[in-house]
């Protein structure tokens, strides 16, 4: 297996083909909701103490599940129940599949745990494949809380259109925040202790959005 | 195994068709015309890539000519050109869960989202394509060229029964766009003209046949003209 560092990139780099493109991590929901530009880094920041906290908390639980050779069920059902929205959950699984469709096709054995799920969420797989590729938890959730950032800021460049150099510094300045959700949710041991914070004005815009018939992003 | 796996081989799936061509040429339509053709005679189903609603997937649905399940639309985040052809996953698993949900399937028939006219396929995602131009975006369009009017594996210069509202020369327009095409199928449609509508089934038909036999090879009209190398065949890059 390749250097950890490395496939870490590989996870985190927006031409991995699982349709990234397609998301905005609730920004298009947001902005039709009347968030402008200049609250794209506090709608960032609250990302990163809400949302991300459950999603790199699920991902490091599932990696520890995996290399203890314990079931993933209650990984996902402890996500599912942090996750209040049901369009958060749709919008999560069907990445979760392009990630382990891609994944199975390199690596076979290294989404066999998920083999026992249905469809499961994004960052069960995710914890999945890191516990296969050899990435550790802090690296993990580092992926996790920085693809969220981007994901965001990709999607900003396409609705509230600025300057890209505006928009990577925005991805600069919260990268502390990144960090903290690692400092936050690397130490997961359990399904218990995934954290359960959710943002509930995002999780609305997430709903609403899901209802439109105008829309560029899938969630 | 993987759920999204599927035993099956090349020959024995169903057969995908790409739609493509720029907005308002009359993608949905031709699509529509095509269920409404054969669904009696085919297992079909349909996936839509809208840019910025899921109006297309809706007036298929509208328009009866399918079972609405059958029906499913992909968001393209503003880029339907990444959609169809630098990453297609999105489209592949809609493509595998309607092949997953009707076992039964002849043709998916897959309707990009109207974008400019270097659009096309990745022959990855699909065995073959139709591109679609009409004769309202004007008679010189054909003439331009790019890679899906010139090697996209059918052209469709469609509503040709406008030609005389917008003063354009079909037999010309056509002329031109076979010229482009060196030789390759380009079927002048109105839906008013039966013969026109025939010609296009039997393209359809005759490629899913090939594609039964194994004989359909997916290619890919390119973002650019094939170019040569001394003594060599033509490829792409």
């Known amino acids: 297996m390749a250097d950890a560092d490395l496939l870490a990139l590989l996870l985190a780099d927006a031409r991995l083909p699982v349709a990234g493109h397609t998301q905005s991590g609730t920004l298009e929901g947001a902005v039709m909701a009347g968030l402008g530009a200049t609250d794209v880094p506090s709608y960032l920041q609250a990302r990163l103490v809400g949302v991300t906290r459950v999603e790199a908390g699920t991902a490091v639980a599932a990696r520890r599940a995996v290399l203890d050779d314990e079931p993933l069920a209650p990984v996902e059902t402890a996500w599912a129940a942090r996750t209040v929205t049901p369009a958060v959950r749709t919008a999560s699984r069907t990445q979760a599949r392009a990630l382990r469709r891609l994944c199975g096709r390199l690596w076979p054995d290294v989404v066999r745990p998920l083999d026992p799920l249905s469809s499961p969420g994004r960052a069960v797989v995710l914890g999945a494949v890191a516990a296969g590729l050899g990435l550790g938890a802090e690296a993990l959730a580092r992926v996790v809380a920085y693809d969220d950032v981007q994901t965001v800021c990709a999607a900003s460049l396409k609705l509230l259109p600025l300057d890209p150099t505006v928009v990577t510094g925005w991805v600069v300045d919260a990268l502390p925040g990144v960090e903290e959700v690692v400092a936050a949710t690397a130490g997961v041991k359990s399904p218990s202790e995934i954290p359960a914070v959710a943002a509930p004005q995002i999780e609305v815009w997430a709903q609403a959005h899901a209802r439109t018939t105008r829309r560029l992003f899938r969630a | ?237």
């Not at chain 2, 009359?26 to 189903?45: H, N, W």
């Not at chain 2, 897959?110 to 679609?132: I, K, M």
Request: net charge negative.
């Open chain 2, 1 to 237: 195994m993987p759920e999204h796996h599927y035993p099956h081989d090349h020959v024995h799936r169903p057969l995908r068709l790409g739609v493509c061509g720029p907005v308002g040429t009359g993608k949905s339509s031709l699509i529509a015309l095509l269920c409404r053709e054969l669904s009696t005679r085919l297992s079909l189903a349909v996936v839509t890539n809208d840019i910025y609603t899921d109006e297309d997937a809706r007036f298929l649905r509208s328009a009866g000519v399918l079972a609405e399940d059958r029906i499913r639309a992909v968001e393209t985040g503003a880029c339907p050109h990444t959609a169809i052809r630098d990453d297609i996953s999105a489209n592949l698993m809609e493509v595998e869960a309607l092949e997953h949900d009707y076992p039964d399937l002849d043709v998916v028939l897959l309707e990009s989202g109207g974008d400019n006219l270097t659009a096309t396929f990745s022959p990855a995602l699909v065995d073959a394509q139709v591109f679609v131009l009409d004769v309202a975006g004007g008679g010189d369009v054909a003439r331009k060229g790019g890679p899906g009017i010139e090697r996209a594996d059918l052209l469709v210069v469609n509503k040709t029964d406008l030609a005389p509202y917008v003063g354009v020369d079909v037999a010309r327009m056509r002329a031109d766009a076979v010229a482009a095409r060196e030789g390759r199928p380009v079927v002048a449609l109105s839906r008013h003209d039966r013969e026109s509508i025939d010609a296009l089934l039997d393209w359809v038909l005759s490629v899913r046949s090939a594609h039964g036999h194994g004989d359909l090879v997916p290619v890919d009209p390119g973002p650019m003209a094939p170019h040569f190398h001394a003594g060599e065949h033509a490829h792409h890059h």
